[in-house]
């Protein structure tokens, strides 16, 4: 199976969403509700995948920092094994006693191994940490920024997925409960984004007592299941 490379992703994604909001800034009206439907949730579906890749993004700065750190510090504890050697050598050397013909030879000089105080490895490593904490975030905020633009699509489906027909809108609405969940874990705020929540109740309160339309045995039934759980 051929991996495509990250940037080609993105690239093919993004063209996506241009094309996308070229057709639907035309008139929406002029769109039949399934394809309005269709083109929405694949717009937000491809802000969804460029979230993955901003995070993708962040944890490889984080990585390639600890990376850098774990080399770093293999180099470090070989120039403290290589330092050691130089002294042992050089008293070794310079303990044996000089030839009767002259005095003491001088002891040969090893390499010079130069090791950072405490202090400047410190600062050195807390300034590399600080710039791949930063680049992360960044990466986070694009992650978050997707996922945004990603709920606003869903939710313009949304509004005109019931035109299509009723296993349409609880389709619709599963998946935009979805984003919802996964929107708010990004941001953090889980326990105070409620917006999941209300919408599967709003819609399951609507549609559970409606019979006409509604498949309960099939994936309409599934889908109100899946709304039931979610209000709770």
Same mark, same amino acid.
């Given at each position: 199976?051929?991996?495509?490379?990250?940037?080609?992703?993105?690239?093919?994604?993004?063209?996506?969403?241009?094309?996308?909001?070229?057709?639907?800034?035309?008139?929406?009206?002029?769109?039949?509700?399934?394809?309005?439907?269709?083109?929405?949730?694949?717009?937000?579906?491809?802000?969804?995948?460029?979230?993955?890749?901003?995070?993708? *993004?962040?944890? /490889?700065?984080?990585?390639? !920092? &600890?990376?850098? $750190?774990? #080399? @770093?510090?293999? +180099?470090? %504890?070989?120039?403290?094994?290589?330092?050691?050697?130089?002294?042992?050598?050089?008293?070794?050397?310079?303990?044996?006693?000089?030839?009767?013909?002259?005095?003491?030879?001088?002891?040969?000089?090893?390499?010079?191994?130069?090791?950072?105080?405490?202090?400047?490895?410190? *600062?050195?490593? /807390?300034?590399?940490?600080? !710039? &791949?904490?930063? $680049?992360? #975030? @960044?990466?986070? +905020?694009? %992650?978050?920024?997707?996922?945004?633009?990603?709920?606003?699509?869903?939710?313009?489906?949304?509004?005109?997925?019931?035109?299509?027909?009723?296993?349409?809108?609880?389709?619709?609405?599963?998946?935009?409960?979805?984003?919802?969940?996964?929107?708010?874990?990004?941001?953090?705020?889980?326990?105070?984004?409620?917006?999941?929540?209300?919408?599967?109740?709003?819609?399951?309160?609507?549609?559970?007592?409606?019979?006409?339309?509604?498949?309960?045995?099939?994936?309409?039934?599934?889908?109100?299941?899946?709304?039931?759980?979610?209000?709770?």
């Amino acid at each position: 199976m051929t991996t495509v490379p990250a940037e080609a992703q993105r690239q093919g994604l993004e063209d996506v969403i241009r094309l996308v909001d070229e057709r639907l800034s035309r008139s929406t009206s002029s769109f039949d509700a399934a394809s309005y439907v269709t083109y929405c949730v694949s717009r937000s579906d491809a802000h969804a995948q460029l979230a993955e890749l901003a995070v993708a *993004d962040s944890r /490889a700065a984080l990585d390639a !920092a &600890a990376a850098v $750190l774990e #080399a @770093e510090e293999r +180099q470090e %504890a070989e120039a403290r094994e290589e330092k050691a050697e130089v002294e042992a050598g050089a008293a070794t050397e310079g303990g044996g006693e000089g030839s009767a013909a002259g005095p003491p030879s001088s002891p040969k000089r090893g390499p010079m191994v130069v090791l950072e105080t405490a202090d400047e490895r410190r *600062d050195r490593l /807390a300034t590399r940490q600080l !710039a &791949a904490d930063t $680049l992360a #975030a @960044e990466h986070e +905020q694009v %992650a978050l920024g997707h996922l945004s633009k990603a709920v606003e699509s869903y939710e313009a489906a949304v509004t005109r997925s019931g035109e299509v027909d009723v296993g349409m809108r609880l389709q619709v609405a599963v998946g935009l409960c979805s984003l919802y969940q996964r929107a708010a874990a990004a941001a953090g705020v889980e326990k105070r984004d409620t917006r999941a929540q209300d919408l599967a109740q709003r819609t399951y309160v609507e549609l559970q007592s409606q019979r006409e339309g509604i498949d309960f045995d099939g994936s309409d039934g599934v889908y109100l299941n899946l709304l039931r759980q979610l209000a709770r």
